[in-house]
């Protein structure tokens, strides 16, 4: 089950809507990492306001979260009720994208046992994909990763980007996928592509430094692109600046700079502490 809920996370830090101070404090305290007490904040919210999707949804991101470090038993509880959380969020809103995708993932990784469902994670995706392109194959194309089927995850980005030839999004979703299959001059091609058609969104300027540190190539160009979008301030749905600063730590520590990498690798850990991969690295560059 931990997929899921890892997965979760990145997911709850998009755009919500209709705030309420306990949905604030609560999704705050999911920004922590203190779940417990998220959970205890977002189940008053929801008794506060039982039609509201928001605290729905966060809700069940958090129960997910705790069934992470929990007993068997009790993961299982969890679990489940993170899922009823997540439909409840979309009956009370069909399109909070953010809790069909959560249900997708939960159906995809949840064995038939407690209610996983490839049918169930299939028809969320098709929901997905009628309200927002981008977000559909992505949504697609993680049930096929997870079924190692990556030929069929590049197709559903392929396809969006024939769709789409002008959108940044839609470039970069292709980016990600290639990258997935460490093709790295593909993914390099679609991320620059994200950036020439858009300047302005700096999303395009992480993933070309991103691609960049891990091919192992054209250094350079990731490290300016890296600098450029560390200068901005990212929206919730894009790349913290935690992990544009690792990237970065990467690229000086791959060019011999370690002095600067260990630099880079501590600020990202101020930002994010919990991040094994850069505990490591700084660990080889100290």
Do not use: C
């Amino acid at each position: 089950m931990r997929t899921v809920f890892v997965t979760l996370f990145v997911a709850l830090a998009l755009p919500l809507t209709a705030q309420t101070p306990l949905i604030d404090q609560g999704r705050a305290l999911l920004e922590k990492r203190d779940y417990e007490h998220a959970t205890e904040v977002l189940e008053k919210a929801v008794a506060a306001t039982p039609k509201n999707a928001d605290a729905h949804y966060l809700l069940g991101a958090a129960y997910g979260e705790q069934a992470m470090t929990a007993s068997v038993f009790s993961r299982v509880s969890l679990a489940g009720k993170a899922k009823d959380q997540f439909e409840a969020a979309v009956q009370a809103d069909p399109n909070h994208l953010d809790a069909r995708m959560a249900l997708v993932q939960w159906y995809t990784v949840a064995p038939a046992m407690i209610g996983g469902s490839a049918t169930k994670a299939m028809e969320q995706a098709v929901d997905i994909k009628k309200r927002d392109a981008v977000r559909g194959a992505a949504a697609f194309a993680y049930i096929y990763n997870n079924d190692k089927k990556p030929e069929l995850a590049r197709k559903e980005y392929v396809d969006l980007v024939r769709q789409q030839p002008n959108s940044p999004r839609a470039h970069l979703g292709l980016a990600t996928s290639y990258l997935n299959e460490k093709n790295f001059d593909a993914a390099a091609h679609e991320a620059e592509t994200a950036v020439k058609l858009d300047p302005s969104y700096l999303p395009g300027f992480f993933w070309v430094g991103r691609i960049a540190a891990g091919a192992g190539a054209n250094y350079a160009r990731g490290e300016e692109a890296l600098k450029k979008y560390l200068g901005y301030t990212p929206k919730r749905d894009e790349p913290g600046l935690h992990r544009a600063h690792y990237w970065l730590g990467q690229i000086y520590e791959k060019t011999g700079r370690k002095a600067e990498a260990k630099a880079s690798y501590e600020t990202s850990l101020k930002l994010r502490p919990d991040q094994k991969d850069v505990t490591e690295a700084l660990k080889r560059v100290s």
